[in-house]
């Protein structure tokens, strides 16, 4: 409930200056007559309108930097480029191809026999390891039926799963055996590959 | 209830492996085609830096020979050349000196070491006694009521080679089976015979200085268990050994 005469007063009180006994104890600055209304709120229209607006404003900033945020998460990720598939740009010069000469018809007639009986090894290869494995889960599966005939307690726990068997880990074979008393050279390796992060 | 007893004795044997320590020799093809692949690569390959910086300095070499020791490069600096690193790396190369890859065990024969035959898989073969007869065997070891099969062959592994062997048994399943009668002489009702199950197991320690071999034992590849083992049971043994 603003009223309008102390308003009007005061302005009037101010703008003359000549009434000096006025200026005698106040209660606060917004009391400027002892005897007028105590204004307890500052009642300028100003204040009022800047704060609204502020926080209007505040909020539509923070709208839009949340939308913003939205439609980037939205959008899918960038792709991880893979190194290995880009070739530098310094090894497509002219000046890298290789100058062999071409090759010899025998050369080409060599190269294809030879791939030919590579076929046929592989092959032969292959099909024995079929048959040893075979051969294993059939010799296992007798030794199984075997057991059964004899216990079926101990086939039971024969057939059970073995928790401590994977993961299984092991070194493969090298071409030479480890040179006992060999001392390695010293030396520090630092990782410089790229990580990228999505 | 009291089963009826079985006619048939049960023992667990097991057949412990030493996997192989270096790469079997290649064959002939795949000799052959492993060169092939080596220059069908260089045939499609560019020039690398190294081989780059290699031809221009031969190229620098010729031009200087030419043109009568025409040195424009200045005879206060000394250029590290690509062939000289290649011939420093060559030397280095020379002067390691890896571990021979037949070892002198092998050259003696000596089949109760573990380091013969690098490149293939070793198995123990331990002297037993059978009835009345000394064979060589798998070490086998009769099955008690209350434990598995696994823990018997566990069990005849540990009677020979101590308590300190570290060896992987291969799940809890038998691989194979041996079944045998007993002569006539010591065959009752109740005791017709014996089956023999195996189990595979990998050697993990490479040292069994803390074992200790009571009896004869060997290591032996699968061509040489025919040396030392029944025709029958070598049948049986070979059907769950690959090489």
């Known amino acids: 409930p603003m009223s309008v005469s102390p308003h009007a007063l005061r302005s009037f009180f101010f703008s003359s200056s000549w009434l000096p006994q006025t200026v005698l104890s106040r209660g606060s600055h917004w009391q400027t007559s002892l005897l007028a209304f105590r204004a307890s709120l500052p009642m300028r229209a100003q204040p009022k309108k800047k704060k609204k607006v502020d926080v209007k404003r505040e909020q539509a900033q923070k709208d839009r930097m949340k939308k913003k945020i939205k439609k980037l998460e939205k959008a899918a990720p960038e792709m991880i480029p893979i190194e290995d598939f880009i070739t530098p740009v310094k090894y497509s010069d002219s000046n890298r191809v290789r100058s062999l000469p071409p090759l010899s018809f025998e050369e080409t007639e060599r190269r294809v026999l030879l791939m030919k009986k590579w076929c046929l090894f592989k092959q032969k290869q292959d099909k024995a390891e079929k048959k040893a494995i075979q051969t294993l889960v059939e010799a296992q599966q007798e030794a199984l039926k075997e057991l059964r005939l004899e216990s079926e307690e101990l086939y039971q726990a024969a057939i059970r799963r073995d928790e401590e068997l994977f993961p299984f880990e092991r070194d493969g074979p090298n071409y030479t055996p480890p040179l006992p008393g060999y001392d390695p050279p010293e030396g520090k390796c630092v990782d410089i590959t790229k990580v990228y992060t999505q | ?243």
């Open chain 2, 1 to 243: 209830t009291a089963a009826a007893p079985r006619p048939w004795r049960l023992f667990g044997a097991m057949c412990l492996l030493r996997l192989p320590r270096i790469t079997q020799p290649l064959a002939k093809e795949e000799e052959e085609m492993a060169a092939l692949m080596g220059q069908i690569e260089l045939e499609k390959s560019h020039y690398s830096d190294h081989e780059i910086r290699k031809l221009e300095e031969e190229e620098q070499l010729r031009r200087r020979k030419e043109s009568a020791y025409d040195d424009d490069e200045g005879p206060g600096k000394t250029v590290i050349m690509a062939q000289d690193l290649e011939d420093k790396w060559e030397q280095k190369l020379l002067q390691f000196e890896a571990a021979p890859r037949i070892t002198d065990a092998d050259k003696n024969n000596n089949r109760t070491s573990l380091n013969r035959k690098l490149d293939s898989n070793l198995m123990l073969l331990v002297k037993q006694k059978i009835g009345n007869q000394e064979l060589w065997l798998l070490p086998q070891v009769e099955w008690q009521p209350g434990e598995t099969l696994r823990s018997t062959a566990e069990r005849a592994m540990a009677m020979f080679l101590g308590d300190h062997v570290q060896a992987k048994v291969l799940g809890n399943a038998p691989y194979g089976i041996y079944k045998y009668k007993f002569p006539r002489a010591i065959r009752t009702e109740d005791n017709v015979g014996a089956k023999v199950f195996f189990f595979k197991a990998f050697l993990q320690s490479s040292d069994l200085s803390q074992a200790e071999l009571k009896e004869d034992y060997l290591w032996v590849t699968k061509d040489e268990l025919g040396d030392y083992l029944k025709s029958e049971y070598l049948k049986k043994v070979n059907r769950f050994l690959l090489d």
